[in-house]
């Protein structure tokens, strides 16, 4: 996992995955849109997905660490995550908190295929 830390260039901002790892992992397929990095925690989100008559953005939270990567992954607009891995309580609530003040703009970002972020 070393080896794809660097090969991903975490620490230049890049929330891509390498091949290798998202074929293992076809649901980060979704996840090709940028939308920030803070304290080393990236997140990502999917285009605007409709199912049963209802619209949807997946949204993931990612770090890396030794083993490999912490990450939550959930969906707008509940910001409810349904997978979790490795982050504290405290952390999860943080977590929740960054992505309801910034969830308009991940919704917006989605319906337009992604945004440019400073």
């Not at 337009?112 to 400073?118: F, I, M, P």
Request: glycine letters at 8%.
């Amino acid at each position: 996992m070393k080896i794809l830390l660097k090969v991903c260039g975490w620490r230049g901002g890049c929330a891509f995955i390498a091949r290798k790892w998202k074929r293992a992992n076809p649901a980060l397929d979704l996840m090709k849109h940028y939308y920030s990095t803070v304290n080393d925690v990236v997140l990502t989100h999917s285009d605007m997905q409709y199912k049963d008559h209802s619209r949807r953005v997946l949204v993931r939270f990612e770090r890396p660490n030794e083993q490999g990567f912490d990450f939550a992954e959930g969906m707008l607009p509940e910001c409810v995550f349904t997978k979790l891995s490795g982050f504290s309580e405290n952390e999860i609530f943080d977590l929740i908190d960054y992505l309801r003040c910034n969830s308009l703009l991940i919704w917006d970002y989605s319906q337009k295929g992604g945004g440019v972020n400073a």
